[in-house]
């Protein structure tokens, strides 16, 4: 039982819910303040070694306001028995043969929710990436398209728009079989169709290097301490013109920062945990080092240790 207030009583009392008829009443004066209301709790237990073939659940799928009449599809089961019926057969047959015409776009989504289940994003990115590739299928620009490669993109795409941007290498890992020169002409080309549709440039959102710092840090297994500054140190250098990618000025900074502590890092480790080359990381380490001192925190390093870092 729960609290809630009763017009009738003019305070806060103890409901009682009547689950057969949908009631909630007031457990002092009986008073219904809510009446047939929805049970959404799962309506039956099912286990997944259970042999029997039958299907305790009466209800369908979540809607999808992507897919239309997603709720409403109708599956011939099969029935039990080597040979079955041959009327049930048939109907299951020609279900196969004209299925859901939007069997491809539901492939699609089951993709995308993979991979993203496969990077940990959080459901809004993955359903801007549906909205992405369900725009792309409305025009029919998908066909003869690389079609791992068009998901692979319109989930880049969606981390870009939500500020929570992944590398094009992280999302390669999680694609089937996409290239990374692949996935950049999809992207291209979405940005393309896109923009022609509505008549106007799509907002991709801009990168920064504190975008994958967190990641970064936490792949490597760095101290909170070290993780602070490697964020400040970041933030200080966006005030240079160093015209590196924000990928490689995270990867370096990290890799200063760690030089820095007692627990210092490999740079090899640093390149597989970030994805950029280690010769990325070094050449970005020589358009940093002249502004060490500014970069690194204060409170972090002294003069001193700064000095003890090797020159590019």
């Known amino acids: 039982m729960s609290d809630a207030y009763c017009t009738d009583c003019k305070k806060e009392t103890e409901l009682v819910v009547d689950h057969s008829a949908g009631d909630t009443l007031c457990s002092e004066c009986g008073l219904v303040l809510e009446s047939h209301s929805i049970d959404e709790t799962s309506e039956w237990r ?21 897919l239309a009449d ?3 599809t109708t599956v011939i089961a099969k029935t039990n028995g080597s040979s079955g019926d041959f009327l049930s057969n048939s109907l299951g047959r020609w279900q196969n043969r004209n299925g859901n015409p939007e069997r491809g776009l539901m492939q699609a989504f089951k993709t995308i929710a993979t991979m993203s289940d496969r990077l940990g994003l959080v459901g809004t990115i993955k359903d801007r990436a549906n909205e992405i590739f369900k725009r792309l299928e409305d025009q029919k620009s998908t066909r003869g398209r690389n ?16 500020d929570k941007p992944r590398t094009i290498k992280e999302i390669c890992s999680v694609a089937n079989g996409a290239t990374k020169k692949e996935m950049g002409r999809a992207k291209d080309y979405i ?20 975008d994958f710092m967190k990641r970064f840090c936490s792949n490597l297994g760095m101290s909170h301490q070290a993780v602070r500054a490697a964020e400040e140190a970041v933030k200080k250098s966006e005030e240079f013109d160093i015209r590196r990618s924000p990928i490689s000025i995270a990867a370096v900074v990290i890799y200063i920062i760690t030089q820095l502590s007692d627990d210092k890092k490999p740079l090899k480790d640093i390149a597989i945990a970030t994805g950029v080359a280690e010769g990325t990381i070094r050449n970005s380490y020589k358009d940093l080092y002249p502004h060490l001192q500014k970069i690194a925190p204060s409170w972090y390093a002294k003069e001193e240790d700064l000095k003890n870092l090797s020159s590019p």
Do not use: W
């Open 46 to 66: 099912t286990f997944a070694n259970e042999s029997s073939n039958a299907d305790p659940n009466r209800v369908g799928g979540p809607t999808n306001p992507l």
């Open 70 to 72: 997603s709720a409403l």
């Open 191 to 210: 940005v393309k169709t896109l923009g022609l549709e509505t008549g106007h440039s799509v907002e991709m959102g801009a990168i920064h290097a504190g």
């Open 147 to 162: 079609q791992d490669a068009l998901l692979a993109a319109c989930l880049y795409i969606s981390c870009r728009q939500e």
